[in-house]
């Protein structure tokens, strides 16, 4: 990571936090996030990919639409996925999720769990979850219990070599 100069790194790794965050700007301007480069074809793209494209251009500015102070005008579902659209819009190698689905309702979960399935094999996931339904994307599971690697490896297989994670799913 040292050798890999900040600007390709931005390209190369996108994240997506926790909550998310949006500036008082349009839709357009949240995605591209001082990004000039990025286009708008691009940011459409990005939109369409994160499943809120649809929604989006239903509003009646489209991507002008003013998303208000911390994305107020929005839904969380649809703030969450404006965020997955800004960290895609540079076509990153890596997309990293801090519990994307963690303050979400079950249909935005299922919107986000499609924008997922979608990018498999487009890229590299990390997905950060307590939810297990969130973690269905995924081909390998790393179980994390008091700060320490319990486990690793595919749900099945956890299902059944690691008690921890088997409990989470009977939870």
Sequence with gaps: IREIAPQALTRLVGY?????????????????C??????????????????????????????????????????????????????????????ILDEPTSALDLASEERIRQTLESLRGQMSLVVIAHRMSTLRVCDRVLVMKDGKVDAIGSRAQLEETSAYYSEAIRL
């Design 16 to 32: 997506v936090p926790q909550d998310a965050h949006l500036f008082d700007d349009t839709v357009l301007e949240n995605v591209r």
């Design 34 to 95: 001082f990004r000039d480069e990025i286009s708008d074809e691009a940011v459409i793209e990005a939109l369409r990919s994160a499943h809120v494209l649809e929604e989006i251009l239903a509003m009646p500015d489209g991507l002008q639409t003013q998303v208000g102070v911390a994305g107020g005008q929005l839904s969380g579902g649809q703030r969450q996925r404006v965020c997955i659209a800004r960290a895609l819009a540079p076509s990153p190698d890596l997309l």
